[in-house]
């Protein structure tokens, strides 16, 4: 399904794409640790794999769970689940990502697309204040490139432009959608240099960091799409 009146969507990622995730990563390594010190911050990370492995998505709360259940005694354990659910996600922010959301809804609307969890990735969206900017148009899924029909459904348009940090995302999109979305690599965070960039074809543009879209005539895709 998509729209016929010549409208553009921007679909934009969250981690490493307007969130500086790895940035994240390094605050609540150190927070944990102090909360239940080295050792067992190292296991609480050791369960984080697991269970990113087994899902094939990050999940917190699931990671929290398993780790209490491991050590029911740990005195640390309130301070740790207080440290990861209650993270200021909106302090995380890459330079320039909530101006990019309000500068591309001025020329269509404006949804983020997120891998992750269906409970702590949307409440992470939300805490960093993009959900507003984005009227609430926030869809996570497991592999959201395989729900890009439903993605279609929910936000109908003449075309799209993906904003993603991943090659093999905008290869799948591109691969699904064709001409109808234009694909913009964000080369910033742990993906920007990854092996990967080799076995994928070029994005039909790149920018060096999220506040770069803000150089670009945003209106070109409203053009195109008319």
């Given at each position: ?31 944990i640790d102090r909360a ?19 899902c094939d998505y990050v ?72 959900a507003d900017e984005v ?92």
């Open positions: 399904m998509s729209g016929t009146d010549g409208s553009v969507a921007f679909l934009f990622d969250v981690d490493n794409t307007l969130l500086d995730n790895d940035r994240v990563r390094r605050d609540l390594v150190e927070a239940v010190g080295a050792e067992r911050g190292r296991r609480f990370w050791d369960l984080y794999e697991e269970i990113r492995h087994e999940d917190f709360p699931h990671t929290l769970e398993r780790f209490t259940r491991t050590f029911p005694e740990e005195a640390g354990f309130p301070a740790l689940a207080d440290t990861v659910l209650a993270y200021p996600y909106r302090t995380a922010a890459f330079p320039g990502a909530h101006e990019v959301l309000r500068r591309a809804a001025t020329v269509g609307r404006v949804a983020i697309l997120s891998d992750g969890d269906p409970v702590y990735q949307p409440a992470k969206v939300a805490r960093a204040g993009f009227a609430g148009r926030v869809f996570v899924f497991a592999h959201k490139e395989d729900h890009l029909d439903e993605v279609e459904r929910r936000l109908p348009a003449e075309r799209y432009v993906l904003i993603d940090d991943k090659p093999r995302i905008l290869a799948a999109a591109k691969e699904r959608l064709g001409d109808r979305v234009v694909t913009l690599h964000v080369c910033q965070g742990r993906y920007a240099h990854a092996a990967e960039h080799d076995t994928y074809p070029d994005a039909d543009r790149s920018v060096d960091a999220i506040a770069d879209i803000l150089s670009l005539d945003l209106t070109a895709f409203l053009e195109i799409a008319r």
